[in-house]
């Protein structure tokens, strides 16, 4: 198989990342808007807001940066093979510029999946390894950035002392999505089956599949550099650039999907549903009246909420007739509190 040119690579690099930068432009405008949302009900999340808008403006330094490199390599350094010694040279200020907001993004991406990992179970000794491994990929990556300011002039990416750091960051963070994924979707399903001979309204087995791609989306991309990288092709460049904004696309999707799917049983759940609450003698049924039927009068509701602790059991059930026109099912939380804060915890 023939090489792929290095500066071949640098070009389909600059392409991809710019078309991925795209995608995540949009949802970056939608996870805005789905998280200011949610503030009209007192529920904003600072720590997800900043992290949004701070991932958005490293994507596009990091876009920026790689066109401002590809004007120099093709244009301003062109003749006398001089495009190929720019983009060899790791050390110059625009490289180095560059693989720092890469390694910044990737080590924020880690950090936010431990962080949302601690926000569902609220357990340290859980929260170990993530927290453990977020680390890992700070450290790593600053090996990294080390390693390539040490290589010189026209030194090679492969070399052995620079790969080892290279290969730890990429499997720190493969290692991180699989792990905080697991958690996350194991913790989600235990509350459901526990939830499911007791509570019946809205599932949360679509949280579930939407964290399973969005982890599934940034491990592939990781793994996928480890195996180019490991071939010694040029094509790692490719991928690598792209864990930029693929990094922050993963992390918008879990907001942007949650709210889309938060949004849609809120419209739907109300036209003619019963959500029936029980648990033992207690018994009182919450009826979702639809505006169609009654568009001028609004319907006292009976609404009993169950709260749950980490163990399965109860701790208290308390009962209250607000007035509204909509039924409001609750889904058991476990930290103990109303259900709907899944996914604000989750697109928090």
């Not at 900043?50 to 490293?58: E, L």
């Not at 066109?67 to 040279?89: C, E, H, P, Q, S």
């Not at 720190?172 to 699989?178: A, I």
Request: aromatic share 8%; net charge positive; with cysteine.
């Amino acid at each position: 198989m023939a090489p792929f040119p290095l500066d071949k690579a640098e070009l389909v690099s600059l392409f991809v990342e710019s078309v991925l930068a795209g995608i995540f432009a949009v949802l970056f405008v939608t996870t805005i808007y789905v998280l200011l949302q949610r503030r009209s009900n007192g529920r904003l999340n600072k720590p997800m807001f900043i992290a949004a808008i701070a991932m958005f403006v490293i994507v596009q330094l990091h876009v920026s940066f790689n066109f401002a490199r590809m004007v120099d390599a093709f244009i301003t350094y062109r003749d006398n093979n001089g495009t190929i010694a720019y983009l060899g040279d790791q050390p110059r200020a625009k490289n180095m510029v560059k693989s720092t907001l890469l390694n910044i993004q990737i080590s924020l991406g880690d950090s936010l999946l431990a962080y949302r990992c601690w926000i569902v179970w609220r357990s340290w000794k859980i929260v170990a390894l993530p927290a453990t491994l977020a680390v890992g990929s700070v450290v790593t990556g600053v090996g990294v950035l080390v390693g390539l300011h040490n290589l010189g002039s026209g030194g090679a990416v492969f070399r052995v002392d620079l790969s080892h750091w290279i290969y730890g960051e990429l499997i720190v963070t493969f290692l991180n999505n699989v792990i905080c994924t697991a958690l996350i979707a194991y913790k989600i399903y235990s509350v459901e089956r526990r939830a499911h001979s007791r509570v019946e309204g809205r599932s949360l087995v679509p949280l579930i599949r939407i964290l399973a791609e969005s982890g599934a989306l940034a491990a592939a991309a990781s793994m996928t550099t480890l195996i180019c990288y490991a071939a010694g092709s040029n094509s790692q460049i490719i991928v690598l650039d792209s864990m930029a904004p693929i990094s922050a696309i993963a992390f918008t999707l879990i907001i942007v999907r949650a709210g889309l799917v938060s949004t849609f049983e809120s419209s739907t759940g109300p036209s003619g549903r019963h959500h029936p609450i029980s648990r033992g003698a207690d018994h009182t049924t919450a009826t979702a009246v639809s505006r169609n039927n009654y568009p001028l009068q609004p319907v006292a509701v009976q609404i009993t909420r169950v709260q749950h602790t980490d163990t399965g059991s109860m701790d208290k059930i308390e009962s209250h007739s607000p007035s509204s026109t909509y039924g409001e099912s609750f889904l058991p939380n476990a930290s103990g509190k109303d259900s709907h804060k899944w996914n604000s915890d989750l697109d928090d």
